[in-house]
């Protein structure tokens, strides 16, 4: 069982935009990072920067951050809400000089 840390960041990795381009390798790739990052977090000792660079690293060629997918010129586009819009909201100023306030 991996730490909560490192399933939240799995599990992520699920619903994000670049999962569409993962292959079945990108996907063991994930579990193997999952599995650095959940032994570092349950670990009693303070991770060491190597550590924590080969984990970015991991991270990073699996194009998990914005900048990650901005240095390879993947921008992902965000879904339209499809449901009922909230109403616009008025700066309360003008909502009083409409109610003669």
Request: aromatic share 8%.
């Amino acid at each position: 069982m991996w730490h909560p840390i490192a399933t939240d960041w799995y599990l992520s990795l699920q619903e994000s935009g670049q999962a569409v381009f993962y292959q079945p390798s990108d996907w063991a790739m994930a579990r193997y990072a999952a599995e650095l990052m959940s032994r570092g977090l349950s670990s009693d000792r303070a991770p060491n920067g190597q550590y924590v660079a080969a984990l970015n690293s991991v991270m990073a060629s699996l194009l998990s951050t914005e900048g990650d997918r901005r240095r390879v010129r993947i921008e992902l586009e965000r879904k339209k809400p499809t449901g009922p819009q909230l109403a616009a909201v008025r700066p309360l100023d003008a909502y009083r000089d409409i109610a003669g306030g």
